[in-house]
Nanobody, 115 residues
C-alpha cells in the first residue's frame, strides 16, 4: 500500500526558506514520477515541480530558480527546497506519486509566507 507523508511546512517571512519532505512507502521508484503540487485558497491545484526516476526535473515558471526538487533513494523521500519565498507561494503543498496507472497523493502540508 502506497503512503506519502509530507512534513516541513510552516510559517516563514518573505525571503526565507523552507524544506518540505515527503516520505514514501510501498512505492516502486523505477519508471515513476514524484512531484510537488500546491493549492492556494480559491485556486486550482497546480504543479510546482516533478522528478523522474532517471533524475529529470521540471519546474513551474513561478518557482524556477528558487525551488529545488530532489530524491533520496536510501530514505525513499522526495524533498522540495524552497528559497526566496514569496507571499504568493502560500498554499497547501501536496506530494504526488505516479507510476503507470497508480496515482497517489499525500495529505498536504501548509506553507504560509508572511509579507
Amino acid at each position: 500500500q502506497v503512503q506519502l507523508v509530507e512534513s516541513g511546512g510552516g510559517l516563514v517571512q518573505a525571503g526565507g526558506s523552507l524544506r518540505l519532505s515527503c516520505a514514501a512507502s510501498g512505492i516502486i521508484f523505477s519508471k515513476a514520477v514524484m512531484g510537488w503540487y500546491r493549492q492556494a485558497p480559491g485556486k486550482q491545484r497546480e504543479l510546482v515541480a516533478i522528478i523522474t526516476s532517471n533524475g529529470g526535473t521540471n519546474y513551474a515558471d513561478s518557482v524556477a530558480g528558487r525551488f529545488t526538487i530532489s530524491w533520496d533513494g536510501a530514505k525513499n523521500t522526495v524533498y522540495l527546497q524552497m528559497n526566496s519565498l514569496k507571499f504568493e507561494d502560500t498554499a497547501v503543498y501536496y506530494c504526488n506519486y505516479r507510476r503507470m496507472l497508480d496515482d497517489y497523493w499525500g495529505q498536504g502540508t501548509q506553507v504560509t509566507v508572511s509579507s
